[in-house]
């Protein structure tokens, strides 16, 4: 599945609302015990819900068809959300996937954003002697680790982060402001860095890239770029993170 972008026609709209309607106001009813609510009895102790997830599987052609785009379906849902739960926080991301992946879009859709029941069914398909690799840069996305010349390069879980945030954005500028915000979401004030940090960890990146550092390359003024080069190839296992929210 490829980006979509967020092209909000009238008529698209028109065709979304066709499809999405708020459910009807349920009448008020007495409230039941705690131990009565439903799924309670199966939530680990100390736990309590928080939100929920819900994997919409459908590619561009197939929504396409519908006269509407993925945009158009994230923008309804989240309009009829605002209608029966005007408090609720929404976040919604592309699940991208190698063209071509079989099996049913709804799978590929929690395999590409690793959702943890989808992908344990997985893992006894993974070959386990992955360790060796031919010469060049190997970024290993599904294991989260880099291989350099068939070696286990010490990265960092932050620099990984940064690595992989730029080889999903190939060939795109990214601005140090957006590292920041992207790779730093949520931290304090106190645990975000400056954007000139974001020198530092590209440096200590490249250090360990050592003759392949000019794959992360330097946009003066702006920020960086991963540029494909041909001793990197990319292993994403079962399925790409998404960099893509609506």
């Known amino acids: 599945m490829s980006n979509t972008a967020l092209l909000n026609r009238p008529a698209q709209a028109t065709a979304a609302a066709r499809h999405l309607s708020a459910v009807p106001a349920i009448p008020a009813v007495a409230e039941p015990a705690p ?3 439903p799924g309670a009895r199966h939530l ?7 939100g929920f997830a819900l994997y919409v599987g459908i590619d561009e052609a197939k929504v396409a068809a519908s006269g509407v785009t993925l945009g158009v379906l994230v923008d309804a849902l989240r309009r009829t959300l605002a209608d029966l739960a005007p ?6 991301t ?8 079989g099996g049913r879009d709804v799978d590929v859709v929690r395999l590409a954003l690793h959702e943890p029941s989808a992908v344990a069914r997985t893992k006894q398909d993974e070959p386990e002697n992955e360790d060796r690799a031919p010469g060049g840069v190997v970024v290993d996305i599904s294991r989260k680790r880099v291989l350099i010349d068939g070696e286990s390069a010490a990265f960092t879980f932050k620099e990984f982060e940064l690595l992989q945030y730029l080889v999903l954005r190939e060939g795109r500028t990214i601005e140090r402001a957006e590292l920041v915000s992207s790779l730093w979401n949520g931290a ?5 860095p400056g ?19 000019d794959i992360v390359r330097t946009v003066r003024g702006v920020g960086y770029r991963f540029d494909r080069h041909a001793d990197v190839s990319i292993r994403y296992g079962h399925g790409t993170p998404s960099p893509d929210r609506f």
Do not use: F, M, N
Not at 87 to 92: G, H
Not at 188 to 192: F, I, M
């Open 195 to 213: 954007e000139r940090t974001i020198d530092v960890h590209v440096r200590r990146l490249r250090a360990k890239l050592g003759r392949y550092e």
């Open 35 to 37: 131990a009565e609510q």
């Open 44 to 50: 680990p102790a100390g736990t309590a819900p928080r």
């Open 188 to 192: 304090t004030e106190e645990e975000s």
């Open 87 to 92: 408090e609720a926080e929404t976040y919604a």
């Open 94 to 101: 592309v699940a991208l996937a190698p063209v071509g992946s």
